[in-house]
């Protein structure tokens, strides 16, 4: 997938995230502060973001990267989320955006979508649709994460990107 254009600047910093979660109390972006972070908006209802999922738990059990990942559903009551999660567990916080504020701030357009943050949590990476976590180009760009070069150093070059899902134009829903 080429590297859609942002809806936040490359190289900023990412906006605040602090929410419940289904099973880990509160989480906060902050306290993940020196860390490369994985944060992922979705929906259940979503298709492609129901199929990407089992891709971002492989990525967190295979654990290589070293990146955290924080998967953000948007606008569902929590028993259906937790639903949806009783069925496919996965390694990861799943945070409970219900009124969306999360999805506003970080000005998300369509689900799915991906921001990649550095250990200083400024923006490396965004992907707009679904991305294949199983290829070894998406492992080798959050790898990258985890050496000390400045943020702007490792921002993906022009037309470089996470690998789509599949090889067909990336499928999206669009926000609610």
Request: charged residues 20%.
């Amino acid at each position: 997938m080429a590297c859609a254009a942002s809806p936040l600047p490359i190289g900023a910093g990412a906006p605040a995230l602090s929410l419940p979660s289904l099973d880990h109390g509160r989480q906060d972006l902050a306290a993940l502060k020196g860390r490369p972070v994985l944060v992922h908006f979705f929906a259940t209802w979503c298709a492609p973001c129901r199929e990407e999922m089992a891709g971002l738990s492989r990525l967190a059990e295979r654990g290589t990267s070293g990146v955290a990942i924080l998967a953000v559903d948007v606008g569902e009551v929590p028993v259906r989320v937790r639903r949806f999660f009783d069925a496919r567990p996965v390694p990861f916080p799943v945070l409970l955006d219900e009124d969306r504020a999360a999805l506003k701030a970080w000005k998300v357009a369509g689900l799915p979508a991906s921001f990649v943050l550095d250990g200083t949590h400024a923006l490396r990476l965004f992907a707009d649709g679904p991305v294949d976590w199983d290829d070894p180009a998406a492992e080798r760009q959050l790898t990258a994460l985890m050496t000390d070069m400045p943020a702007d150093s490792a921002v993906a070059p022009e037309g470089a990107g996470l690998p789509p899902l599949d090889q067909q134009e990336p499928t999206r829903e669009n926000s609610p």
